[in-house]
């Protein structure tokens, strides 16, 4: 996705407010912008909420770098307002869930099964449909630049749901959630009665923590530094939760694994440390599942033969491997039946004009997920 030097595409659409980065590592700056017309295959989104992911905070301080300007943001939702040709399975009017994953449908990682692979390059991938007033471009981050009043997407990337389900608890869906409780039920396949281990207790890690009580993990351990985070982790299902500042981390989890370690930990940070101290936590045939991103050039070291002699596996997760048409669904009618929490996910709503504030609270760490609403 960085890499971007293609202009913008002659605007079409009305002129939106955004949040846009301009230099690295600099607070985000309300513009207006242009925002074009969806081409074939595409639809307009008008927003009404775009919750802070760790990913965009990476891409806004420079660590995984890209081009400039550039608008981040893409764990969102909002009404369907424009419908390019060839779209059939959206309608103006449709309330959506907008992701980043834009599939083909037919390429080799699609045909498996693998949408968030997708090997295909999309009109979008090298055409933004933001601009300046002065007909400059600027980038749609995170193929949707959601920190802005409109979107305009491939349609692969918008899911359609219940009108009553609230808009910015949808939006937790079209990142967080699907990123945390998909490593566990779609990468991992955690089987029943499992024991594993989550690093990290933010918006990413409570839900690797639900994906586990909805596969029936018998232990669930949530790891982290900040105590307030280990008590909604709790809330969220975990079964025993340790602050390594206070207790030692890998005798704790033996304690309670009848010595042998976990079966699976999740690492849902994107920190060095956390990565190596994750292969000390898992039994023989156990697996270590890295979640979390982490900058460009952190590196990690193991021991390939403890590896091999002991059948451990080293994973990577990315975006849970979500199927998003057909897991997201599902995942609205887990929320509606009370069994899957998002609305206790939201600590603060802010309007986009609050954005910095918002990104600084997180970078913090004092929210789960905040939401910018429209």
Request: aromatic letters at 4%; a negative charge.
């Amino acid at each position: 996705m960085a890499g971007y030097s293609s202009g913008p595409r002659v605007p079409r659409g009305q002129v939106m407010k955004a949040a846009v980065c301009r230099e690295f590592g600099q607070p985000l700056e309300i513009e207006d912008l242009q925002i074009a017309e969806p081409g074939r295959g595409e639809v307009k989104v008008k927003l009404a909420a775009c919750a802070i992911c760790h990913s965009d905070i990476i891409y806004m301080d420079g660590g995984w770098g890209g081009d400039l300007p550039a608008v981040y943001g893409h764990e969102a939702s909002g009404v369907v307002e424009t419908v390019g040709d060839g779209v059939d399975h959206l309608a103006v009017g449709d309330h959506v869930v907008v992701t980043l994953i834009r599939s083909c449908g037919g390429c080799h990682f699609c045909a498996q099964g693998s949408p968030v692979m997708c090997e295909t390059t999309f009109n979008l991938d090298t055409n933004t449909p933001l601009s300046r007033s002065n007909g400059d471009a600027v980038k749609q981050g995170l193929r949707t630049g959601a920190f802005a009043e409109y979107a305009t997407v491939d349609a692969s990337q918008a899911v359609a749901i219940p009108k009553d389900v609230p808009l910015d608890s949808a939006s937790l869906l079209a990142c967080g959630v699907i990123t945390g409780l998909g490593a566990v039920t779609n990468t991992a396949r955690v089987p029943a009665g499992s024991s594993i281990v989550v690093i990290g207790t933010g918006g990413v890690g409570l839900n690797a923590v639900q994906g586990g009580v909805l596969t029936g993990a018998k232990r669930i351990i949530a790891v982290d530094l900040a105590d307030d985070k280990l008590e909604a982790a709790l809330g969220f299902g975990a079964t025993h939760t340790i602050n390594p500042a206070t207790s030692d981390l890998t005798q704790t989890v033996k304690s309670l694994t009848e010595g042998r370690g976990a079966d699976y930990v999740f690492v849902t940070v994107g920190a060095k440390s956390a990565i190596e101290q994750a292969h000390g936590l898992i039994c023989t045939g156990g697996a270590v599942v890295i979640v979390g991103m982490v900058p460009v050039g952190v590196m990690s070291e193991f021991d390939p033969l403890e590896l091999a002699d002991s059948s451990k596996r080293i994973i990577g997760s990315k975006m849970g491997a979500t199927r998003v048409q057909v897991d997201l669904p599902r995942l609205v009618e887990l929320y509606q039946q009370g069994r899957l929490k998002l609305d206790e996910l939201i600590s603060g709503r802010y309007p986009l004009e609050e954005i910095n504030e918002a990104v600084e609270s997180v970078r913090r760490g004092e929210a789960l997920r905040n939401v910018i609403t429209f």
